[in-house]
């Protein structure tokens, strides 16, 4: 009888193996899934054989033979199920349905208070529901329905637990949100770091094994791939680059700390460096875009705050790239919008504060929904198992 169970509960394990492999691969077949897992060949035809009617997978026409008969080629079903990715941002928050594939099938945004101040979880919970409601609303029709909702926060998170730590700017500590969740939906849920989505996103986009991904809006993070992994650091909490000191005895910052880097880098500080040039301002949800517009539009208060930014982001991006040396950073979050006018000043101080071949590491600007899709993607990757194994 025991041997019963430990053949079924194998097979399981070799099934997960092959969706894994077959998702991670644009295009494989059977042969090359067996040289891969060292599984026999009857074995992941069977396997590929039920994953197939399960319509997990498809078989998409012959591939080229390397001495015996040609392979029919595989892939996974782009329409076997989707997944939502919900970035919530303290000003507004961007949700996308994608297809297995990545594909954008929808894509909201919602507007939230400018100074609302009084976050609750039970305030977010309800918005969350929200927006998990209206994006699978608009879900097509599939074999497998919701693989997975990703929710991407601004924060401290325990992505294992599923736990929110901390989040600074929204005043939010100790949450068992995906517990929340799970009341409503029935639905596979991952919980992550902003930027850790915005990282993984482009990854999965790129396939660039080391790269730093700086998510600047309300407030700032980093997310990091070492090797083609997240690296999440011991206790699931690297990359809060934003509240790395860069001013001693500078300003108060958010997180009770002095002389955060977020304080000098954020539209928080885009919002200061206006007033003190004069200009009334406070961080709204189209405070950057509209910003942008003043200073393209010529107003030199603008334009010199705007300045004041991107030596910041660039003092801050040249420390990571000095500690990281990746191959590509990513600025990604409200704060990109602001390219052609932060740009060649974090360029600059890039250039003249790294040291060897830092100076001229690619600064990429990221896709607006660079985290969202990063939250879909993570939810698909820990449904199929590809996310790599924490170790934590
Ligand atoms: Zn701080």
Redesign the pocket.
């Known amino acids: 009888m025991y041997r019963t169970v430990d053949a079924s509960v194998m097979r399981q394990v070799n099934k997960q193996t092959v969706l894994s492999l077959i998702y991670q691969k644009s295009v494989t077949s059977r042969v090359a899934i067996s040289d891969e897992t060292g599984l026999n060949r009857a074995t992941v035809s069977s396997l590929v054989d039920e994953l197939i009617a399960e319509e997990f997978v498809e078989e998409i026409g012959l591939g080229n033979s390397t001495g015996g008969r040609k392979p029919i080629l595989l892939r996974f079903n782009a329409r076997a199920g989707y997944a939502v990715g919900i970035d919530v941002q303290i000003t507004h928050v961007t949700s996308v349905l994608t297809n297995a594939a990545r594909d954008v099938i929808h894509y909201q945004r919602l507007e939230l208070e400018a100074d609302h101040g009084h976050y609750t979880t039970d305030w977010l919970l309800g918005i969350l529901r929200q927006e998990i409601q209206s994006v699978t609303a608009a879900m097509p029709a599939s074999p497998h329905g919701v693989l997975g909702v990703g929710i991407a926060l601004p924060g401290l998170v325990n992505h294992i637990a599923g736990h929110v730590i901390y989040l600074?700017n929204l005043g939010l500590t100790d949450w068992a949100i995906v517990d929340d969740l799970s009341r409503w939906f029935p639905y596979p849920f991952v919980v992550d770091n902003d930027a850790n989505c915005g990282a993984w996103s482009e990854y999965l986009a790129r396939r660039v094994n080391n790269l730093v991904f700086l998510n600047a809006g309300v407030g700032v993070g980093s997310g990091i791939i070492i090797n083609g992994a997240l690296y999440r650091g011991r206790d699931g909490i690297a990359g809060e680059s934003?509240?790395t000191t860069i001013a001693t005895n500078g300003l108060i910052?958010?997180?009770?700390?002095y002389g955060?880097?977020?304080?000098y880098a954020s539209e928080r500080a885009l919002a200061r460096y206006l007033r003190e040039f004069g200009v009334e301002a406070n961080v709204s949800p189209h405070f950057l875009s509209d910003s942008v517009r003043q200073a393209q539009s010529g107003d030199s208060a603008y334009r010199q705050a705007f300045q004041k930014l991107g030596e910041y982001l660039g003092i801050g991006l040249s420390n990571l790239l000095q500690v990281l040396n990746p191959e590509v950073a990513y600025l990604g979050g409200t704060v990109a919008e602001a390219q052609p006018l932060v740009f060649s000043d974090i360029q600059r101080v890039i250039r003249h504060r790294s040291m060897g071949a830092n100076k001229e590491t690619s600064i990429v600007i990221a896709e607006p929904t660079a985290v969202a899709l990063g939250a879909a993607g993570l939810a698909i990757s820990q449904t199929v198992k590809m996310l790599p194994v924490p170790t934590t």
């Open positions: 600074p934003g509240h910052c958010s997180c009770g700390n955060c880097w977020e304080e």
